[in-house]
């Protein structure tokens, strides 16, 4: 097992990056992806006001670079993205909202791609053990912290962020994508995949700007998931104990 299987099992995504640096830069690259997706013509982001303020602001800070108009507003109103609907590059939701309410986005979903936008969801990895996961409700990609999966605080950091997306995005996935192919002795080998999005081959038109994933940590989740195992415990066997 390695991190990327972990992370596409819980979100219900078919594909996931080799780790991000933390959830609020996950999520600035994903609405940076879904920007370069509309093709830089539409110019509209909205973020639930249930996301966490951390993740927001680093929102803010990348839009503005990008000349994108981010609008914060509580998306239960769906008259917001109607008014935007010609302009929306997608939107962002946290899952489970920053109160702690565990919502359902299937309608908001098809809301958001009825107008040719992206749903971007920040979830919580560990959540998704035992909720729905994303790709229930279509979530385009998938983003969010590892550090509930093992790693200590740490001070604030660092911890490992992952990414997972649709198959429709996976030419504009940010960061680096391992893929596995086989040795000149016809051995199982992992290689990096789809180099040409790198900045150290192209860097004017690489996917993103990352030069540093946290894969250390991305393993320490990995074998922190391994070693507690696939199976849940039920609510008996946690008073049993």
């Known amino acids: 097992m390695n991190f990327q ?31 370069a997706g509309a093709r830089m013509k539409k110019m509209t982001f909205i973020v639930d006001t249930n996301v966490y303020p951390q993740t927001a602001a680093v929102i803010r800070g990348r839009a503005e670079g990008l000349g994108i108009n981010v609008v914060e507003t509580d998306i239960s109103d769906p008259s ?19 109160d702690g309410k565990i919502v359902d986005y299937t309608k908001l979903s098809e809301t958001v791609h009825s107008h040719g936008g992206q749903l971007i969801c920040a979830a ?35 911890h490992a962020a992952f990414f997972a997306c649709s198959d429709a995005n996976k030419r504009k996935l940010p960061g680096r994508l391992v893929g596995v192919s086989k040795d000149r002795l016809d051995g199982r080998a992992f290689r990096l995949s789809l180099q040409t999005r790198e900045q150290h081959i192209r860097r004017e038109k690489a996917t993103s700007n990352i030069c540093t994933s946290q894969a250390l940590l991305a393993n320490m989740s990995a074998f922190y998931a391994v070693y507690h195992g696939p199976d849940v415990p039920t609510r008996e066997d946690l008073v049993d104990s």
Do not use: C, H, W
Not at 134 to 147: H, L, W, Y
């Open 5 to 35: 299987t972990v992370i596409t099992e819980l979100t219900g995504l078919p594909l996931a990056n080799a780790s991000l640096l933390d959830e609020g830069t996950a999520a600035a690259e994903a609405m940076a992806m879904a920007f």
């Open 80 to 98: 917001i993205i109607e008014s935007k609907k010609d302009d929306l590059i997608g939107v962002l939701i946290q899952y489970p909202r920053k």
């Open 124 to 158: 919580d990895l560990l959540s998704l053990t035992l909720l729905a996961p994303p790709s229930t409700f279509n979530a385009d990609i998938v983003v969010g912290s590892a550090q509930r999966f093992g790693v200590p605080m740490g001070f604030g950091g660092p």
